[in-house]
């Protein structure tokens, strides 16, 4: 692969999961789907903690599958908050998968999630600005 020294984030991830045999397609593979369901949970929570509540996706960006996950990886997920609007928060979000009994991590995907704070009557409410 191309990414040969690429390195995960510093920081710890939003998400940390094993992938099981349920979240996989015929071939073994997993599901995409389950690969941007557990990226959109972390970004969803960075987006309730930096909003203080609800907040909805709206967009996500520039998604590709770089590489499979197969059972039995241990998948992280890091979200950071890049950017902030009267009532939206971009966030970016990167999926990195470790075989199980290996050291070396694998970037998988990337994408931008945008999502917008809601209030209970589900209409759109302002956000904190981006602290610098």
């Known amino acids: 692969m191309p990414f040969v020294d690429e390195q995960p984030p510093a920081e710890s991830p939003a998400v940390r999961v094993i992938a099981m045999p349920a979240d996989t397609n015929p071939y073994g593979d997993i599901f995409g789907g389950w690969l941007m369901s557990l ?4 970004a969803g929570s960075v987006a309730a903690r ?4 609800r907040a909805v996706t709206i967009a996500v960006e520039g998604m590709t599958f770089l590489r499979p996950v197969v059972v039995g990886d241990e998948v992280s997920v890091f979200a ?3 950017s902030v609007g009267r009532t939206s928060m971009k966030i970016d979000v990167e999926a990195w998968r470790r075989a199980r009994h290996d050291d070396r991590s694998y970037r998988v995907t990337k994408a931008t999630f945008t ?4 209030g209970e009557d589900r209409q759109p409410r302002s956000v904190p600005p981006l602290a610098e």
């Open 50 to 53: 930096h909003g203080h509540g």
């Open 115 to 118: 999502f917008v704070a809601i």
């Open 80 to 82: 950071k908050l890049v």
């Open 39 to 42: 990226m959109d949970s972390a």
